[in-house]
């Protein structure tokens, strides 16, 4: 009885993690691509040709993921198998996420730049940095991926010790 007891104390707590992680991707997701979020915020602000107030969504979107990694670090993982695992793969992955997000700030920069380019070869400058970032980005987002990869591969075993499938 009293083991019975134990594991289904275990079982309750590893539920309310997985819950609260849903409820931190749900949050994120709304950052993203949510409607009058800072990323729709950002993009209409470049649209408009406002570079500052794009740089300010970029800044919102920060603290936004940067609220999201300390409350999950905050979550209590104790006595859940994977837990631990979980919570550091999750916090990793949104790391990396809003490290891409954060990056924008380079592009609109070189944006502002190309504006301003009124020669021949600072508009060839500014397309070499453009290159450039794209490189970077491009090895940002391979770093998300192999971070989802871990974080996916984690979620099942936590899901299968913790018998949430």
């Known amino acids: 009885m009293l ?20 409820q931190k991707e749900r949050t ?8 009058k979020g800072p990323n729709e915020r950002k993009l209409k602000c470049l649209i408009d040709g406002d570079f500052k107030c794009a740089q300010q969504a970029i800044t919102e979107k920060e603290q936004a993921f940067d ?32 490290q891409l997000e954060v ?9 502002q730049q190309s504006q ?15 290159g450039q970032l794209l490189k970077h980005k491009l090895e940002m987002r391979k770093l998300i991926n192999k971070k989802e990869k871990q974080l996916a591969e984690i979620q099942k075993q936590f899901n299968s010790v913790n018998r949430l499938d």
């Open 67 to 98: 609220k999201i990694i300390s409350e999950i670090n905050a979550l209590e993982t104790g006595g859940i198998k994977y837990g631990n695992e979980l919570k550091s793969a999750t916090c990793n992955y949104y790391k990396a996420v809003k």
């Open 3 to 22: 083991i019975f007891v134990i594991a289904s104390c275990q079982s309750k707590n590893a539920i309310h993690l997985k819950t609260a992680l849903e």
């Open 103 to 111: 990056f924008d700030r380079h592009e609109i920069i070189v944006q």
């Open 116 to 130: 301003k380019a009124n020669t021949e070869q600072l508009r060839d400058s500014v397309i070499a940095k453009q």
């Open 28 to 35: 994120a997701f709304n950052i993203l691509v949510g409607k």
